[in-house]
């Protein structure tokens, strides 16, 4: 019947693409209608219609919301491509929201930011991460240490999760991808930062990213985006194009950004007799010391380090101001991108590949980090109205971190705590005696047991570069497989798999050794001052691998000229598995031959740390609904039921819904005179409810293979031959239900001047409830921790959005733009009885969440202040007096973020710089600990004997607080003693030159002799410079020893950050 | 919906069982006993019994002989103590199974040792509402009167087991071997087993911890334990270590791993062997390489000691970490010559018949055996020493006898069982020539008399009933002690 129809009015079939001229991808929901009749249709999500028309000579129109119409005559070819060029005054952008939906802007009841690859590749980070920093409101990026391969954290509105990420779900292409961080050493106190997962992506090979903040906007990706989502979408080729070749070359410099600041005045040693009755003070210099307590410096040459062949050295009693900055070298990293797209009449094609090799800012070649990958998007329709795509991404990470904290591999903790007077950079080679481990004397002998070096408490750094190791091996394949059938014009099939699967290998080599001091005069080193290990070899390997399939089905159907709605129901099946193993030698054996990294070289039975399989599904069910009267009102409604595998079987299923809705009321004033000046204005609304599951394994109470451990040493099983288990450490809980967010958000979105200035503006408040909680329970209960439902964490929060160009013409063109973030994060409640739960912590410092106060606050011991807030000290020894209980000292949370930029362009130049900040935070710091006691940092220097304590009080007889102006301290005493852990709570505020770039694009015109299609080279950096409160004498506040984890905030002698620039070119043939 | 059911039923935990046979929790809950007694109550209880102090070139222990702890030092005992230890003795308890009962009766009398380990160091524990998971969330404290008669009880009940015939636990018993025999007093018609030895000894410890506090309940039960037949420990109750990686002398596994000797030899106890003329001093302690003879200092006089080089305590007693015999020495749980001490004190308080100079000497020979000396040496020592059979002939009263054998056990536990020698001073006094740490913080005249409760109970245990003081007696501690000038 429909072939006779069709044969009786002799039609032809007219098919083709719509793409968007801007970023070539392909446009849905294209209206496409043959001039004067009544023949119509959409185009699908992927671009494509097909319409059928009676005779050449008919004219095609093509409008869509947010584009110039377009108007195409037919001809002789039944293929129809055309490219919509936007609409600059409607602001109808298109942008990617939950599982790959294209939507327009205006659309959207939810605050969702587009940064597209242009701006994110401006500041030259390999880290996409990183890369968002300051360019959006509402995001929270933490960079740590900025290198290649580093951790950087994204949360989005807040954490909300007390005990679960917090970090927002990175979606590419549609499928969400794993961005575990798991930080590499036995704890914070000798992390090793391995990175997250999340960088493994390549910024060039992505054209744009969404940020997805509320809940409401992440619906339909359920449990896990409840943090919010990062979609990600990848370059693609457009058809019937030419292949483009384009190359991409970024070499970057790099060196350390903030430093300590130290004291000039004091060497090495410490005092022995304190002035006393009219006589000064006396010291020993102690050749072995680590600490600067020693006499203030005179210039003359003395004596230092050991003895040996009859020598020890000498060299001036002098400060040597730059001793720990020289000691980093320039780093050094090239990403190198060479790209190849286009497309033929029915298939595009992206091939991406990509090297980024990098050796880092420590001396030598130790701190290496190189990555590989090669990215293939490729689509292609079938003539049965079906189209399919794949998408293939493989990367690979070769890499050597080195080790912070303060572990014997740790490097800068020993470069802290090298004396004043000590030129660290010249005792790098390791083949002089008196710098290195095992020597030959004057005479040839060797002496492989006797070490030269001048320090007993210390080793040298450049030895522990060379002979630790933290080696990573990392290899990843993610992509995703589609199939789309389009039956009809109206209806829309689309099947998709993706996977997402990695082995991430580590192992970590430390030295077995046993050395005394070669010292011969035996004055300053009786010869029992041994450094010895009995070395290890650990390998963890990590392997995660997730399968995703969206069945989505969808139908558009236009009621009449003025409503117009969409459906979409779609089932979602995911499977996470992932496998642990962590292996080492024997801990207190460690290895037999010295060298020899292999676990067969076990000093006594191999040590099993992990061995660890999980497996989760997860299926859903959705829908999204979608209204829109008269291109002004919309109206989006989801809604989604998941079973999880996590949950007890008989309360599995859980369900969300959520509800948006936008209102473009300038539609109505259109031919007002307010029209002038307000040029656009749209008011958004939406509420959203998100469930949440669990881990696997939460339900029941397991035992373990038994270890008793004592606080350092540990009775292993078996022992001998006897094998014994133990009880678990935590209840399980077979009742558990689902978690729940609730999340309201009301915003808009203004243009004025012919949307010159524009405006985004949101307020939002979430709140996190029946949260799935790991909590400490008393161990006399037998037990540590009890898996419950319970919790409220409140996030309100508001953002703002300021874009406006000052200056358009065809030569210049000045754009300003800047967003301020406030969040406020608060713990509504816990259990019944509970106030307080640790979410981690180190030397005396905890991170807590506590009722009534925002997540992560420290809590520790600190200082006793009066009621003004002066420190309280000792009466006799002008010490402050530490608090009888820990206080709650700061948060690491800043109070707001706020980030300013410009873009400026004169000709073919042009010109990027972006700004930001964060007020408010807290960061603890044990760079802060380590250099007051060892006597380096600039708070140790001045009067050492009698210095009064900044800001104190005195008790008087009555017992009030008088400010202390006599009472001194002796800062030898009181630093190298124990201080409460919350003296070393730094204000964590800054502002960072987080990027600038400079580039020159060569026209048509001058490459006109050439092969290049365009050219363009540039410089760029990026977190080129930081500006702290001077009461940060310390360090760059967003390192952290954690890497992307909850615990942030922690400086546990974290690596320094770095400071990037560099040249870029790009070409395209 | 069953397929889909089927699909996500895959939530069970692969990686750890969610039941575990008896046999397989035996030895955790004995190794746990063994790091308390051997590495964290070991530290405490030779340092505050003062046979070592901190060394001058180390820190990791100032804060015990300054008195001065914080909750948080306690922690991992305690949670060693009710984690490893209790729950898994009562898991074994609880266990449906049938023909375990030898396990049982070990679990019973191991829950009672374990239990007195816990309230001796903090006085008022959990007990009747501990171990029950999320039954009670904030297990409430018990007094410690009430604590001590549940270790009545729980020995009383795991005798009863012990004699019913059933499995052998054999070498999971890392203690005994299992159903192990005492041949010296066993006849065809009457087995005892070495754990029904160990039952009587504990609870003969038990009720003499009690002599002061309440001396009828003491005496009664005493009384009815020898009415019973009971015997006693011969040979030593221990676990023995050996020199694998994790499988070491806990407390020198523990100095492995911390890379420095922490302590060193007090002059209190080392003078006091001295005054004695006793051999052992040289096999307690242990001069280093560059010594040329053994020498101590004074407890907690670190400071002030920088630059002495001061002997360690020696290789047998697990204490040495540059000594690798270190790692074989045994953890002893009860000690032989403890067994004979306690029989000479219940004789010297009348609650028994018997030679209490006798017993007293078999405990000093058992403590020279076990050293490498020989009954010989342990005779010409007694002989001639001012506290061997001098102060023994001259003890009129029974204060006195009592005074004279707790002296003497508290140079057979040198080293060996620190924690049970500053639990005898706390309940005793003796010996009268304890000092006070020169680095007291505590103020004058006070002493450690008991371990405060740990953060995590303080934090965690709605019912967390509050610190008390260092110096605080435990409720069976003696109210007066006075340290030596």
Redesign the interface.
């Given at each position: 019947m429909l072939f006779a129809v069709s044969a009786m009015a002799q039609q032809r079939t007219i098919t083709g693409t719509v793409t968007g001229k801007e970023d070539g991808l392909p446009l849905p929901g294209v209206s496409v209608k043959v001039k004067g009749t009544k023949t119509g249709t959409m185009t699908g999500s992927d671009g494509k219609f097909s319409i059928s028309v009676s005779e050449s000579g008919a004219v095609i129109e093509f409008s869509s919301i947010g584009y110039l119409s377009h108007s195409r005559t037919v001809a002789a070819g039944n293929v129809i491509n055309v490219s919509l060029e936007s609409d600059a005054k409607s602001l109808g952008e298109v942008i990617v929201t939950a599982n790959a939906i294209k939507r327009e802007k205006r659309t959207l009841g939810y605050s969702a930011p587009t940064i597209k690859n242009e701006e994110l590749v401006q500041g030259g980070s390999p880290s996409v991460i990183s890369s968002l920093a300051g360019k959006v409101a509402g995001i929270n990026v933490t960079s740590s240490s900025s290198t290649p391969g580093s951790s950087s954290r994204v949360v989005l509105r807040g954490g909300s999760s007390i005990s679960g990420s917090n970090q927002a779900l990175i979606v590419v292409d549609g499928v969400p991808i794993d961005n575990s961080s798991v930080i590499g050493g036995a704890s914070v106190l000798s992390s090793v930062d391995f990175g997250n997962r999340g960088n493994d992506l390549a910024p060039d090979d992505i054209a744009s990213v969404t940020v997805l903040k509320g809940p409401a906007a992440a619906a339909l990706y359920g449990s896990r985006a409840s943090n919010g989502a990062l979609v990600i979408t990848t370059k693609t080729g457009s058809k019937s194009d030419k292949m483009s070749i384009t190359f991409t070359t970024s070499n970057t410099f790099s060196n350390v950004l903030k430093l300590p600041d130290y004291q000039n005045e004091y060497g090495q040693g410490y005092y022995d007799k304190k002035p006393a009755n009219g006589k000064p003070e006396t010291y020993t210099i102690d050749y072995r010391e680590n600490g600067s307590w020693g006499a203030p410096f005179t210039g003359e040459i003395l004596p230092w380090g050991q003895m040996i062949d009859g020598v020890r050295q000498t060299k001036p009693y002098s400060a040597v101001k730059n001793n720990v900055k020289d000691f980093f070298t320039t780093g050094f990293a090239s990403d190198n991108n060479l790209s190849f797209s286009g497309g033929g009449d029915k298939t595009t094609y992206f091939l991406g590949l990509n090297s980024l090799n990098s050796n880092g800012v420590f001396p030598g070649n130790y701190d290496q980090f190189n990555k590989y990958g090669v990215r293939f998007n490729g689509t292609t329709e079938f003539s049965n109205k079906f189209t399919a795509g794949v998408s293939f991404n493989y990367t690979r990470i070769d890499a050597n971190e080195v080790g912070g904290g303060q572990g014997a591999a740790s490097v800068y903790n020993n470069v802290l705590q090298t004396p004043r007077d000590i030129d660290l950079p010249s005792l790098s080679d390791l083949n002089n005696k008196y710098n290195g481990y095992g020597f030959t004397d004057a005479k040839g002998i060797k002496h492989p047991n006797l070490y030269g070096y001048y320090g007993t408490y210390t080793q040298n750094p450049y030895w522990i570069l060379q002979n630790y190791k933290n080696l990573n091996d990392v290899s990843r394949v993610t992509g995703n497989f589609n199939i789309g059938y389009n039956p009809y014009s109206w209806l829309n099939v689309k099947e998709r798999i993706g996977i997402d699967t990695y082995s991430d290998r580590r192992r970590t080599l430390a030295p077995k050794f046993s050395f005394i001091d070669g010292d011969e005069s035996k004055d300053q080193y009786?010869?029992?001052n041994a450094r010895?290990n009995?070395g290890g070899y650990q390998i963890d390997q990590f392997n995660v691998t997730e399968l995703v399939h969206d069945l989505m089905i969808s139908a558009t159907h236009k009621f009449n000229d003025d409503f117009e709605g969409s459906l979409m129901i779609g089932n979602n099946i995911r499977q996470r598995q992932t496998n642990s193993l962590s292996t080492a030698t024997?801990?207190?054996?460690g290895l037999v031959v010295p060298g020899w990294y292999n676990l067969n070289n076990s000093?006594?039975?191999i040590?099993i740390i992990t061995?660890?399989?999980?497996?989760?599904?997860l299926?859903g069910l959705y829908a999204d609904l979608n209204l829109s009267y008269k291109n002004f009102l919309f109206l989006e409604a989801t809604a989604r039921n998941d079973?999880?595998?996590?949950l007890p079987?008989n309360n599995?299923s859980f369900f969300y819904p959520s509800v948006s809705g936008s209102f473009v009321f300038t539609e109505l004033l259109k031919n007002s005179s307010i029209n002038n000046i307000l040029s656009y204005g749209k008011l958004r609304s939406s509420w959203a409810q998100v469930g949440n599951d669990t881990d696997?394994?939460q339900?029941?109470?397991?035992?373990?293979k038994?270890t008793?451990?004592?606080?350092?040493?540990?009775?292993?099983?078996p022992?001998?031959?006897?094998?014994?288990?133990?009880?678990?450490?935590t209840?399980g809980n077979i009742n558990l239900k689902p978690e729940k967010t609730a999340a309201f958000e009301i915003g808009t979105e203004l243009g004025f001047l012919d949307n010159r200035i524009s405006v985004d503006f949101s307020y939002y408040k979430s709140n996190s409830k029946d949260q799935i909680l790991s909590i400490?329970?008393?161990?006399?209960?037998?037990?540590?921790f009890?898996v419950v439902n319970a919790g409220e964490v409140q996030n309100k929060g508001v953002e703002l959005s300021l874009r406006g160009t000052i200056i358009k013409s065809s030569d210049i063109t000045w754009e300003m733009f800047g967003s301020y973030t406030k969040n406020n994060n608060k713990v509504l409640s816990l259990m019944p009885?509970?106030n307080?739960i640790s979410i981690g912590g180190f030397s005396g410092m905890t991170a807590v969440a506590a009722v009534g106060r925002p997540y992560g606050e420290f809590y520790a011991v600190t200082n006793m202040t009066d009621n003004q807030g002066r420190v309280i000290v000792d009466n006799e020894t002008g010490m402050p007096i530490p608090t009888t209980t820990a206080q709650y000292v700061g948060n690491y949370n800043p109070k707001y973020q706020a980030s300013l930029g410009t873009n400026f362009r004169y000709k073919h130049v042009s010109l990027n710089v972006l700004f930001d900040t964060k007020q408010g935070g807290m960061f603890f710091s044990r760079t802060k600990d380590i250099t007051a006691f060892a006597g380096v940092s600039a708070e140790t220097g001045g009067n050492r004997f009698g210095a009064i304590y900044p800001n104190s009080v005195i008790q008087d007889a009555g017992g009030n607080y008088i400010p202390n102006t006599t009472v001194g301290f002796i800062k030898q005493d009181y630093y190298t003693g124990s201080r409460p852990a919350g003296t070393n709570i730094v204000d964590g505020s800054f502002v960072k030159l987080r990027s600038a770039s400079l580039s020159y694009t060569f026209t048509k015109e001058q490459l006109k002799r050439t092969p290049f299609g365009s050219f363009a080279v540039g410089v760029y950096g990026n977190n080129l410079f930081i500006w702290t409160p001077k009461s940060n004498q310390w360090a760059d506040p967003e390192i952290n020893s954690a890497g992307a984890g909850n615990l942030q905030g922690f400086d546990f002698t974290a690596q320094p950050s770095v400071r990037n620039y560099g040249i870029n070119l790009k070409v395209s043939f | 919906m069953t397929g889909?059911?089927k699909?996500?039923?895959?939530?069970?935990?692969?990686?750890?069982?969610?039941?575990?046979?008896p046999s397989?929790?035996?030895?955790?809950v004995q190794?746990?006993a063994?790091?308390i007694v051997g590495?964290?109550f070991q530290v405490y209880g030779n340092m505050w019994a003062q046979y070592w102090t901190q060394s001058p070139s180390s820190s990791q222990y100032k804060t015990i002989d300054q008195y001065n702890l914080t909750n948080t030092s306690f922690d991992?005992p305690?949670?060693?103590l009710?984690?490893?230890g209790?729950?898994?003795a009562?898991?074994i308890i609880k266990n449906p199974g049938s023909g375990l009962e030898f396990t049982k009766g070990i679990a019973y009398i191991m829950k009672a040792y374990t239990y007195q380990l816990t309230t001796d160091a903090f006085g008022d524990?959990?007990l009747s509402q501990?171990?029950?998971?999320?039954g009670?969330?904030?297990?409430k404290y018990d007094k410690q009167e009430l604590v001590y008669d549940s270790i009545f009880n729980y020995i009383d009940r795991g005798k009863v087991l012990l004699a019913i015939n059933s499995v052998d636990p054999g070498?999971?018993d890392?203690v005994f071997g299992g159903r192990k025999t005492d041949p010296a007093v066993s006849t065809p018609t009457n087995i005892i087993f070495y754990w029904t030895e160990f039952a009587n000894t504990l609870k003969l410890r038990a009720y003499l911890r009690l002599a002061g506090v309440n001396p009828a309940k003491a005496e009664a039960g005493v009384k009815a334990l020898y009415a019973s037949g009971a015997k006693f420990l011969t040979i030593d109750a221990a676990i023995k270590y050996?020199t694998?990686?994790?499988?070491?002398n806990?407390m020198?596994?523990?100095?492995?791993?911390?890379?420095v000797q922490n302590v060193v030899a007090s002059s209190t106890a080392f003078n006091a062997f001295k005054n004695n003329n006793d051999p052992r001093l040289g096999k307690f302690y242990e001069m280093l390489p560059?010594q040329s003879a053994l020498n101590s200092i004074k407890q907690g006089s670190y400071a002030s000691e920088s630059s002495t080089i001061v002997s360690y305590p020696s290789g047998l007693v697990g204490a040495n970490w540059t000594n690798a015999s270190s790692a074989t020495a045994p953890v002893k749980l009860i000690s032989a010559a403890e067994s004979y001490f306690l029989q000479a004190e219940a004789v010297a308080r009348g609650w028994a018949s018997g030679d209490f100079i006798a017993l007293a000497k078999s405990g000093v020979t058992a403590s020279f055996v076990a050293t490498g000396l020989s009954a010989g040496d342990a005779t010409t020592y007694f002989t001639n020493a001012q506290d061997g059979q001098v102060a023994f002939d001259a003890a009129s009263t029974v204060e006195l006898k009592v005074k004279a054998i707790i002296t003497q056990k508290y140079y057979a536990m040198c080293g060996f069982q620190g924690f049970e020698s500053w639990n005898e001073y706390r309940r005793t006094g003796y010996p009268n020539f304890l000092i006070r740490s020169v680095a007291s913080t505590i103020g004058a005249g006070r002493l450690p008399l008991r371990m405060l409760y740990?953060n995590?109970?303080a934090?965690?245990?709605?019912n967390?009933p509050g610190n008390v003081p260092i110096y605080t007696p435990v409720w069976w501690g003696k109210t007066t002690i006075t340290p030596a000038p």
């Open positions: 009786p010869g029992n010895t009995a024997n801990s207190s054996g000093n006594g039975p040590n061995d660890q399989i999980t497996k989760r599904r299926i079973w999880s595998s996590t079987i599995n696997p394994y339900l029941l109470t397991t035992f373990s038994a008793v451990n004592g606080s350092f040493g540990s009775t292993v099983f022992f001998g031959n006897v094998a014994a288990l133990t009880a678990g450490t209840l400490p329970i008393p161990n006399s209960t037998g037990y540590g009890s009885g509970v307080q | 889909c059911k699909f996500l039923d895959i939530n069970q935990n692969p990686n750890n069982p969610d039941s575990a046979d397989l929790l035996l030895p955790t190794a746990s063994g790091q590495n964290a991992r305690w949670l060693t009710y984690r490893n209790l729950i898994n009562d898991l524990v959990p501990a171990l029950q998971g999320n009670f969330g904030s297990p070498a999971q890392l050996s694998v990686g994790g499988n070491q806990p020198y596994n523990e100095m492995v791993a911390l890379g560059n740990p995590s109970e934090t965690s245990n709605l967390f």
